[in-house]
């Protein structure tokens, strides 16, 4: 949350010249309603099961850049699918960073359950240990998104060349055997 999936996953989408989609959005549309609707009628287990669905089914179509909220990932069916069917990025984001940039708009229900700064510091607690599970893993810059965005095109580069010496370069799209890219806070 705050960690600026959507923003750098958009530039990062055209970097490699993929589509670029965010499961949040997906979510709102099969629901046909808004997360936080879809918090307050439902409950968050209810949220969290059809985030699952739709994340494995974007995981089932071509190559994308695909962003996920903060909570997918803490889901082991979740995490297994990603790192069977794509590379996993985690933007890390400081306390301070993250509350910083959360506290610039309303729609975020986690934090409406209590003082924002104290749950975001109990997320980054619960989760941090499971994020650091990722492929690759890059610092959010708190400055313009296209540091950020030089930061994961780099590690991604660096981490598919590794994988795939032969022939995947600086300017390639990601192969095809890696069916998306998740970037996750």
């Given at each position: 949350?705050?960690?600026?999936?959507?923003?750098?996953?958009?530039r990062l989408a055209t970097r490699f010249g993929l589509p670029f989609v965010d499961a949040?959005?997906?979510?709102e549309a099969a629901a046909g309603?808004?997360?936080e609707e879809i918090f307050q009628c439902h409950g968050e287990a209810a949220f969290r099961d059809g985030e699952h669905r739709v994340i494995l089914r974007l995981l089932g179509e071509p190559t994308k850049v695909l962003s996920t909220g903060g909570g997918a990932f803490m889901n082991p069916l979740t995490r297994q699918a990603v790192?069977?069917?794509?590379?996993?990025v985690w933007l890390r984001g400081d306390l301070d960073l993250l509350h910083k940039r959360t506290s610039r708009r309303n729609n975020r229900p986690l934090l409406k359950r209590g003082n924002p700064r104290e749950i975001l510091g109990r997320l980054i607690e619960e989760r941090y240990p499971v994020y650091a599970e990722a492929d690759v893993t890059v610092d959010s810059a708190d400055g313009p998104p296209d540091i950020t965005v030089d930061n994961?095109?780099?590690a991604l580069t660096d981490w598919i060349a590794a994988r795939w010496p032969d022939g995947v370069g600086v300017d390639a799209a990601v192969p095809a055997e890696a069916a998306s890219l998740e970037t996750h806070p």
């Open positions: 949350m705050g960690v600026g999936k959507t923003c750098i996953g958009r949040d959005a997906e979510i309603c808004s997360i790192r069977e069917r794509g590379i996993s994961v095109h780099r």
